[in-house]
């Protein structure tokens, strides 16, 4: 059964949302939730997920699962705050113990959090078939971009997290902690090997000057047109790229916040002695 997918974009982070279900009444799962964050001040606020309730309400949806693609280093997810007005499950790859390991570190964690994957209610082997109402879903992981990437295959529609780009925008890019390009273009293959007409949906776009945003592609598009690793990119080719790209790129604005916040499933750290959470800034470490 192919799924209807409504999608929802935050202009600030230009991420995507996404709502995937059958029919009104039904169960639904939400996609990569995105949780205002404003730098300057410290303060989250919820303008960028109150659409996707207000949809999830009027629809009369019932939300089974809250999937992450990864965990993110550009925006905070909103899985919490959607688990406790809504109800699901918050999931996400099993590799997620990875990330929290080396992140633990990076940032000396406090001793009580623990680099299990408790923090998140479900855990998703690759390969994994999930139920969410009348739709079965196939889990595929899609390390490279981080170790716990994940691709959600919904039908005709696969949620490839950062994996991919529009065609001419390109790839993820692949150094941060635990980042790698050769499992990146194997991922990407993998991706790349169904059938044509299936529709990719990624989780961000940055697009020319010129080009409206766009959610999706499709696997034909994908193969034909884009710029990193289109149909006889060698392996070697694009690693090669990938790395040459990246030691250009600055870090994403909001890594360090969101970091601390998405390997523990979107909670916040735990408050201190003055009912205060916090959040750390490592001095000449990244």
């Known amino acids: ?70 965990a993110h280093a550009d925006h905070i997810s909103a899985a919490q705050l959607i688990k406790t007005q809504l109800g699901g499950k918050v999931a996400i790859g099993q590799h997620i113990l990875q990330v929290q390991t080396t992140f633990k570190d990076i940032f000396n964690l406090e001793g009580a959090f623990v680099a299990d994957g408790s923090q998140f209610d479900y855990l998703i082997q690759d390969g994994e078939k999930l139920v969410c109402g009348e739709l079965v879903f196939q889990c595929f992981g899609v390390p490279g971009h981080t170790p716990a990437c994940m691709a959600y295959q919904f039908g005709d529609s696969i949620f490839v997290g950062d994996t991919l780009f529009p065609p001419d925008v390109g790839t993820a890019r692949c150094d941060f902690p635990g980042g790698d390009a050769h499992s990146l273009y194997c991922s990407i293959k993998r991706i790349l090997s169904f059938p044509d007409h299936t529709k990719l949906y990624m989780c961000h776009d940055y697009p020319p000057a010129g080009r409206d945003f766009q959610s999706f592609t499709t696997v034909a598009e994908q193969r034909k047109d884009n710029i990193h690793i289109h149909d006889g990119v060698s392996e070697e080719a694009f690693v090669n790229m990938r790395k040459m790209r990246d030691a250009t790129l600055e870090m994403p604005t909001l890594i360090l916040p969101s970091i601390q916040i998405n390997i523990r499933a979107g909670h916040f750290p735990p408050k201190e002695s003055n009912q205060v959470s916090y959040l750390k800034l490592p001095l000449n470490l990244l």
């Open 1 to 70: 059964m192919n799924p209807i997918v409504k999608s929802f974009f935050d202009s600030v982070t230009d991420t995507f949302t996404y709502i995937v279900y059958t029919k009104e009444g039904g169960s639904c799962a939400v996609i990569d939730s995105v949780l205002h964050f404003d730098q300057k001040s410290g303060r989250t606020n919820t303008s960028s997920v109150d659409p996707v309730i207000s949809f999830i309400q009027s629809n009369k949806l019932q939300v089974e699962w809250i999937l992450e693609t990864h």
